[in-house]
């Protein structure tokens, strides 16, 4: 069983910048790939980055060049840096973790809470 926080969500203006952490439980983190997804209102909830417990990523084209993922296997930690944040950015962020190594876009197995991020314009 893996138990995730996140925190680090709020209001922020168009361009600013937020990084959000997500602290797993448990003594494996490394043996579970990390994502991060967000679900605007009224909308599907989409993939935004994962990252093996190796470091390889995977970033959502919507994203790209704007966020970064990283983790900390040592502190049982995942993070997501968010620089030039737009409006359309503004969804509820949510933790995942999956047991393996490969680069999953769904069928996670553990979720967070979830934390809001709103950018206004």
């Known amino acids: 069983q893996v138990q995730l926080v996140e925190s680090g969500g709020g209001l922020v203006q168009a361009g600013g910048s937020l990084r959000l952490s997500c602290a797993a439980s448990g003594r494996t983190f490394s043996s579970y790939v990390m994502g991060w997804f967000r679900q605007a209102p009224g909308k599907e909830r989409d993939i935004v980055a994962t990252?093996?417990?190796?470091?390889?990523?995977y970033y959502a084209d919507s994203v790209q060049g704007r966020f970064a993922i990283s983790r900390d296997n040592a502190k049982n930690t995942v993070y997501l840096q968010m620089n030039s944040l737009k409006p359309e950015d503004t969804a509820v962020y949510y933790c995942?973790?999956?047991?393996?190594?490969?680069?999953?876009?769904?069928?996670?197995?553990?979720w967070g809470q979830g934390t809001q991020v709103t950018v206004s314009s």
């Open positions: 995942a973790a999956k047991y393996g190594r490969l680069l999953y876009l769904n069928h996670y197995d553990y």
């Open positions: 990252i093996t417990s190796g470091g390889s990523t």
